[in-house]
């Protein structure tokens, strides 16, 4: 018997590692038939959402973004998705983008399929138009080499254009890849393990990590990772980009 009073979970000033262990649902208007974990949001400090949406048969997604732009990616199952005026069946490792005042609907969803949703309130950009409704798939064929380390490649998700506020990839560490620097920056993160099992130093604090937990880093948290174990280490991160870094 486990005791119910341990957990990996961790709930910090400017990081926090959360394990399924402690998830408890949530309802979201429009969301049916499914189990919705928030895992990140506004009220633990961050300035994104973050989402695990587990459908059951029948089960269905709808509504409209608004000020919020959102990213589905199918972390496992099949859906079929209809934005604006596309439909497309998504299977697992296929994702899309939909910008703000667009409609939404994910239905016919296999037992079981996982959905992975981040949420930014969009900041728009003087001469610069909105991004359009995007669909894509992993692709490890279209993930560069990281530093020059074979150990280390990342596929980006979404352009790099000034367009876009927020970037989301997917990053790849080899046995034995690990970040070249502990990393100090602006940028804020939200991020879910696909594959595999690492250690993360956040702000002096070192974690064991593996599929299914969730990272937020807020700005200027230190970060340093390295994979372990004998397959890939993988995750999907969110960032913020593109955008002045002060308001004045």
């Known amino acids: 018997m486990e005791i119910s009073a341990l957990t990996r979970s961790v ?37 994104l959402a973050q989402t695990l949406v587990t459908l059951r048969a029948g089960g269905q997604l709808t509504g409209q973004t608004q000020a919020s732009q959102i ?8 859906c079929e998705a209809s934005v604006g005026s596309q439909d497309r069946t998504l299977t697992a490792g296929q994702y899309v983008y939909v910008p703000v005042g667009q409609q939404y609907l994910f239905q016919n969803p296999t037992e079981g399929t996982q959905i992975l949703t981040f949420h930014k309130v969009y900041e728009p950009l003087a001469g610069q138009a909105t991004p359009a409704v995007l669909f ?8 560069p080499v990281y530093m020059n380390d074979e150990a280390l490649r990342i ?27 502990v990393e100090t920056h602006i940028m804020e993160h939200g991020l879910m393990y696909l594959q595999g099992q690492a250690i993360y130093m956040l702000d002096n604090e070192w974690y064991p990590v593996k599929k299914g937990d969730s990272i937020w880093m807020a700005p200027y948290c230190q970060q340093w990772a390295t994979a372990m174990g004998q397959e890939d ?6 960032k913020n980009v593109n955008r002045f870094p002060t308001v004045i």
């Not at 910090?12 to 928030?38: E, F, M, Q």
């Not at 280490?233 to 969110?238: E, G, L, Q």
């Open 71 to 78: 990213f589905f990616f199918v972390v496992e199952g099949q």
């Open 155 to 181: 596929q980006e998700l979404l352009p790099n254009e000034l367009g876009f506020d927020m970037a989301v990839n997917i990053f790849t560490y080899s046995t034995g890849g690990h970040l070249p620097m």
């Open 11 to 47: 709930v910090k000033r400017n990081h926090a590692i959360i394990a399924p262990d402690g998830y408890i649902n949530s309802n979201v208007p429009g969301w049916l038939n499914c189990t919705v974990n928030v895992i990140i949001n506004e009220q633990m400090g961050a300035r």
């Open 233 to 238: 280490s993988v995750y999907i991160y969110y």
């Open 136 to 143: 894509g798939e992993r692709d490890l064929a279209k993930a």
